[in-house]
């Protein structure tokens, strides 16, 4: 394989989360599913490893997004899901490990992705990277936002 041909092939390798994005029908979805599965990996979504490896997810996103839509002559292709896999860690930060709660984590965010709320619409209709990554950004902490208030309403009421 030539360099290019082996970089474009990690650029697809990365972007569609290890070719979790080419699964059929809801791509998004298993993407959002995949992040799940990382969130189980570590011990404590609070702790420094969790956010240092969001971060790291973010920053291969925003290398690898914006030369997939290249590589894929497509605007936000569904089968770039590393956006996904990010806004859901972002979406499941400083939240227990508890079923109940990361499943409904997982359905806010995926309403929050596809109903993009202000400013993920905008950051959505952006070329690039950041018109890959931002809405799911916004998504996740839309989510996390939603889901702290509701966690922390109901410990008040439960007192």
């Not at 605007?75 to 499941?92: N, Q, R, S, T």
Request: glycine share 10%.
């Amino acid at each position: 394989m030539k360099p290019a041909g082996l970089s474009n092939w990690l650029v697809k390798v990365i972007s569609t989360f290890f070719f979790i994005g080419y699964l059929p029908l809801i791509p998004g979805t298993f993407g959002s599913i995949a992040g799940v599965g990382i969130f189980y990996l570590f011990p404590n979504s609070h702790q420094p490893g969790y956010f240092i490896f969001i971060f790291c997810i973010m920053v291969l996103g925003l290398l690898t997004s914006g030369r997939a839509e290249k590589l894929l002559n497509r605007k936000d292709p569904g089968c770039i899901v590393i956006d996904e896999v990010m806004g859901m860690l972002i979406a499941l930060s400083f939240l227990p490990p508890e079923p109940k709660i990361v499943i409904l984590a997982f359905i806010m965010f995926r309403i929050l992705d596809t109903l993009k709320p202000f400013p993920a619409s905008r950051l959505q209709n952006m070329h690039g990277a950041i018109g890959v990554m931002g809405d799911d950004l916004v998504a996740g902490i839309y989510a996390n936002i939603v889901l702290q208030v509701i966690l922390r309403l109901s410990s008040f009421s439960a007192v």
